[in-house]
Every structure is written in structure tokens, then in C-alpha cells.
């Protein structure tokens, strides 16, 4: 679908008008990002700042995915030691492909911020269009949410976390990471809102950082580590340490779900699609490409840091909370070392979490331009403080959609129109 609508030359089409057709293409925005808009029945509301290179590199930002990597493989040496981190991540990547693939498919066909509600929207019997749209919806929602919580808890931990390695005496408390996940948010959207007009110009610079900051971990790692792991260790002893499932094969299956993490966010650049030029073409191509440019440097940093760990029992009991600044620490043998590889950490984290916020905010924004959210107005006394619950929050989206939405959310599939063929010249 997405070589399709690549051409050389376009003929106007009729309904935009010679005048609008002229205005679209003076905004940055083509024929085929006209038509899109148009079959979808929405609004161009962002210029379309972003183009192929920028693209490919905030999705790759977004990814982050040697950067996730190091910082969120505890559950996997746990559940499965040091084979089953490695080989949890080369079938999820594997398995993550086939996604990828799908995905760009369909955002070549509807280039739109919503991303999966509204192809699901388009795609799903009529009959229960809205019904699996608005849940769809909300699942994109929460977990983009979500995203940008972990992104920001993480980025607030590793800052614990640096405290400690320089500062063995000190303790870290739950309401210190409230108080820094509030800070990094505040930063988050401070740099999204006051920088949004030069964000596709400075994702490139971010781009750069992400291919670049590794090399200087996996230098440092293999060329400072005093001992190394054996291949077979690596590649052939799975183990539990301390996962206490009972069997073997389900430890190693549960410990994946850290490598699951560190595949996702490949289909950031759907939800900036709005703001993309020639979205039909370039989402689907930034998706894949920056998929797959990123499995070399990941797979070079995997292989390097499990060969790089040292004893595993002692790495997992460290104090900072995170095995990688243990290893950093192992490998240089001084605090000052590992304190400057986990800056450079924290700064590509930060910029991870920067990135995850973009496109959240669009998301939420496309899903909320369709009626999706509800409004509530609770009061301090009636309000639940703690953390929502996932099913919590499905249970009232389920219930609101019975009551409200179902008259009222019609999904984006009922402003689709079809369109008379264009004449597209190769």
C-alpha cells in the first residue's frame, strides 16, 4: 500500500480546489496527506514538520532500545540468567517483527495520530465497530500512559540510584522517587510544549546520541572487565535465581516480559503521523527502518554486557537497584567511572521519556477529538489518591461506553469516505 501512493507526479484532485490544493502544498502538506485526511474526515490541525529522516530517528528515540536494555533487565537475569536475557530478547525481537510489519501496513492505509483505535474502528464488523473501537482506545491511551510513567519512575530511580553509588550511606525513599518522577515530568512537558515547533529538528540531534552513546559502554566493557563470562554460560546455562516459579521453561517465559518492553515503541511515529509529511509513505517506511536499524547496535550491547557480568548473585544484590551501574562499577573498578557511564545513561533515558511524552500527548489528543475520553470532576474527599488500576480504569471506560459513548463515540470509521481514484503517474 505504501509504494503505492509514492509518485513522482500527482494530478490535483477536484474536490480540494486549485486554491486549497496550492495552501496544503504551501503548509507542507502533499496531495496524498490531503486525501488521507480528507477520507478519514479529519481536521489538519499541525503542520507536518517531520519528514523521513526526523521520523525514523523519533521512533527510534521512542524504542530506546539498548538504553531499555541495560536499565530494565532485572526480571530477566532473575527468571532466567544470563541465557535467558539473551535469548528472551532475540525471539521477542523476532516475534516484535511480524507487528512491525502489520503496523506500518495499516498506517499506510490510515496515516492518523489515533493509530490502532481507529484502524480497528475501520476494520472491525460494523456491528461491534464501536464497541472494540472505544476499548481499543483506551487501551492505547493507558498504555502510552503508562509509558511515559516508566519512562519518568526510571529516569527518577537511575538519579537514586547514582546518589547511592557516590553515597553508600544513603537511603533512598519511596516519597524522594515521588517528588523526582513529578520533576522529570514537569520536564517532559516543559520541553514538549516551549521546543514542539523544533522538535522533528531536534530529534535528529537525540538520533544521533542513540547510535552514538553505545560505543563508548561497550568499549569501556570489553576492554576493562577483569573477567569475562564463558560462551557456554552465556548461550547454554538458563537459570533461576530466585524467581521461585518451580520450573525452568515458565521462569524463562515470565522473565520476558522485560524483554517485551525493550522491543516496543515501535509505532511511535503513528501517532505523530499529523505532523508527518507524506505520512502514508514515510510512517510505514520510519516504522521499519528504524526497527530495523536499531537490532545491530542492541544485539552488539546485549552480547557485551552478559559476557561482561560478573558474578550474578552479587550483581542482583546491589545497591543501586540497577545490575547494569554494578557492572559499570565491576568493569572500571572506580565509583568516578561508573558514575560518568551512568550519567551518560540517564541523559538518553531523559531523552527516551522526552520522545514517549510526544506521543502520548498526540495520541490522547486524536482520541479525544473522536469523544473517546470521560470527563470526570471528582473532589478531594471522594477522590482515590493511589495509583488507578488498569482493570479499574477498563471497568469504568465499559461502563461509560454502555451509558454515553455508544451514542455519542461513533469511532473514526464514521467520518471515512471513499474517494474517487486519483491519477497517480510513477
Not at 40 to 66: D, L, P
Not at 219 to 238: G, N, Y
Not at 288 to 298: D, E, Q, R, S, V
Request: a neutral charge; glycine letters at 8%; one cysteine or more.
Amino acid at each position: 500500500m505504501a509504494s503505492e501512493k509514492h509518485a513522482t507526479t500527482v494530478e490535483p484532485i477536484p474536490e480540494l480546489g486549485a486554491e486549497q490544493l496550492s495552501k496544503a502544498f504551501a503548509q507542507n502538506h502533499t496531495a496524498h496527506d490531503q486525501r488521507d485526511m480528507k477520507r478519514m474526515g479529519k481536521k489538519q490541525e499541525f503542520m507536518r514538520n517531520f519528514r523521513t529522516v526526523s521520523s525514523i530517528a523519533f521512533t527510534s528515540c521512542v524504542m530506546g532500545t539498548w538504553e531499555i536494555l541495560l536499565t530494565s533487565n532485572t526480571s530477566a537475569l532473575i527468571a532466567g540468567g544470563l541465557s535467558g536475557l539473551w535469548y528472551q530478547f532475540i525471539w521477542c525481537y523476532v516475534g516484535q517483527t511480524f507487528v512491525v510489519l502489520s503496523l506500518s501496513e495499516m498506517a499506510s492505509m490510515a496515516p492518523t495520530a489515533g493509530g490502532q483505535y481507529h484502524w480497528v474502528s475501520e476494520f472491525a464488523p460494523k456491528s461491534a465497530q464501536k464497541a472494540l473501537s472505544y476499548a481499543s482506545g483506551w487501551l492505547s491511551t493507558l498504555a502510552w500512559q503508562a509509558f511515559v510513567a516508566v519512562d519518568s519512575y526510571i529516569c527518577a530511580t537511575f538519579i537514586q540510584a547514582l546518589i547511592t553509588l557516590n553515597n553508600p550511606d544513603y537511603t533512598p525513599e519511596r516519597w524522594q522517587t515521588t517528588l523526582l518522577m513529578i520533576a522529570v515530568l514537569v520536564f517532559m512537558g516543559a520541553f514538549n510544549i516551549f521546543l514542539a515547533k523544533w522538535l522533528a529538528f531536534i530529534e535528529g540531534f537525540f538520533a544521533v546520541l542513540h547510535f552514538v552513546a553505545w560505543i563508548p559502554v561497550i568499549v569501556v566493557l570489553w576492554t576493562m572487565t577483569p573477567v569475562k563470562q564463558s560462551a557456554k554460560t552465556v548461550f547454554t546455562e538458563f537459570t533461576d535465581n530466585g524467581a521461585g516459579w518451580g520450573n525452568l521453561g515458565l521462569t524463562v517465559c515470565i522473565g520476558q516480559v522485560g524483554a517485551m518492553f525493550t522491543v516496543v515503541g515501535s509505532d511511535a511515529s503513528v501517532h505523530m503521523a499529523e505532523e508527518i509529511r507524506d505520512a502514508g509513505v514515510v510512517v510505514p517506511r520510519s516504522m521499519w527502518f528504524a526497527y530495523l536499524a536499531n537490532i545491530p547496535p542492541t544485539l552488539i550491547v546485549l552480547t557485551t554486557y552478559v559476557f561482561c557480568i560478573g558474578d550474578l548473585e552479587t550483581t542482583l544484590s546491589a545497591s543501586t537497584g540497577f545490575p547494569v551501574i554494578s557492572v559499570f562499577e565491576q568493569s572500571t573498578g572506580t565509583t568516578a567511572g561508573a558514575t560518568g557511564l551512568t550519567i551518560l545513561m540517564l541523559i538518553m533515558l531523559l531523552i527516551i521519556s522526552v520522545s514517549s511524552m510526544a506521543s502520548t500527548a498526540r495520541q490522547t489528543f486524536a482520541f479525544a477529538r473522536d469523544n473517546g475520553p470521560i470527563a470526570v470532576n471528582p473532589t478531594p474527599t471522594t477522590m482515590n489518591w493511589a495509583v488507578l488500576i488498569f482493570g479499574g480504569v477498563m471497568i469504568i471506560a465499559g461502563v461509560a461506553f454502555i451509558l454515553k459513548a455508544r451514542r455519542s463515540y461513533h469511532g473514526p470509521v464514521s467520518t471515512v469516505r471513499k474517494l474517487d481514484d486519483d491519477v497517480v503517474v510513477e
